[in-house]
C-alpha cells in the first residue's frame, strides 16, 4: 500500500491497482497522469478506482476528459468512521464547514447521519439526542427519518435503545465560530499549529525516522511525500514521511500529549532520566534470572528510547522549518 502521490509508479508487482480517495479533482488527475503513463511504458494493469464515500460526476466526467474511463473501474466506498484513537472517530470531511455554509451542499450532513445509524445498528439507537444549532436539528431529523425506514426485518434488535451509548451530543460548529481560532497550549495542539496532524499523522524529515542503521539505505517501499528520487531538485530537498501519531503504541506521546508544551521539557528531562537508569541496571545484573529480566524490557527500552529522541528533535526542526 502506498500514499496516493503525483509521479509514476514504478515497480508494481501484481497485475491489478486499486485507487482509494476522495472524490476531488487533484486526485483525479493524479491517477489518469499514472494510467496514461503505464500505456506509454506499454504496461497493463487491472486499474480500480474506489470513491470514498461515492461516485461524483465530476470525476467520471474528468476521466472521461484524460481518456482513461474505458481503463478502470469506478466503484463507491462507504468508509464512513475512521478511528483515530482508542476514544476518537471521525469522518474526516475536512471541508465539511466550507460546503454547508458557504457552498449550500449538505451532503455531510447526510454522510453523518448514515455513519451514526451504523452506530446504532451495532450498539443500539441513541436514548437520548442533543443538539445545538440549526444544521444540529436538520441531522437529529434525517437520522431519525433513516431510522423509520430501516427495515427491522433483515436487522432484528438493531434499533433497540443502547445499553451502552447514553446520549447523542451535536454541536453546530456555526454556534462556536471562536473556539477553532484560538491558540492551543498542549503538546499535541503545537505539533499541529506547527506541523499539521492529518487523519493523525504528520509529515517529518525521513531522517528523523530512520532507524540509526537504516539511514543511509532507506527503504524502497517507504512512502514519502516527495515522490520520485530522481526527478531534478529531489537531492536538495530532505524528503519527508508520513509518521502516525498515537498514544497506542507510544506510551510516551501519551504521557505528553494533553500537557501544557511549558511543561513538556522537564517532562521529557525526567523520561530521559528514568530511561538511562534502566538501561544502566544492566551492569547490575548478575544471575540469569536478571538477564532475563532485562532482555526482556530491552525491546520496549529501544522504543521509547526512538519516541524520547523524536521528541526531542521536534522542536529544532520545527524552527528549522
Known sequence: MFWLEA?????????????????????????????????????????????????STLIRRIFEDEGVLGELTLAAYDLQFIPLEDDVISLEYEHAFREIWLDGDETAIFDSAQ???????????????LGKGDQAVKLKNLLKRLQAQTPRSKTPGALALSDKIDSLIVIDRRVDMVTPLLTQLTYQGLIDELMNITSGHVELPASLLAAPSAQQAPSASASTSTAGQNRPGALQKEKKKKHHLTAANDS??????????????????????????EFQSRHHAKTVPQLKEFVGKLGNLQTETASLKLRACHPQRCRHH
Do not use: W
Open 7 to 55: 509521479g509514476p509508479l514504478s515497480q508494481i508487482a501484481t497485475p491489478s491497482i486499486v485507487y482509494l480517495c476522495r472524490p476531488q479533482m487533484q486526485h483525479a488527475k493524479v491517477i489518469a497522469d499514472q494510467i496514461k503513463a503505464h500505456h506509454a511504458a506499454n504496461l497493463k494493469f487491472s486499474y480500480t478506482v474506489l470513491l470514498v464515500p461515492r461516485i
Open 252 to 277: 510516551l506521546f501519551r504521557d505528553l500529549r494533553d500537557l501544557n508544551f511549558s511543561t513538556v521539557g522537564a517532562t521529557l528531562n525526567r523520561h530521559a532520566h528514568r530511561l538511562d537508569s
Open 115 to 129: 455513519a451514526l445509524l451504523t452506530l446504532e445498528r451495532l450498539y443500539g439507537a441513541f436514548p437520548r439526542i
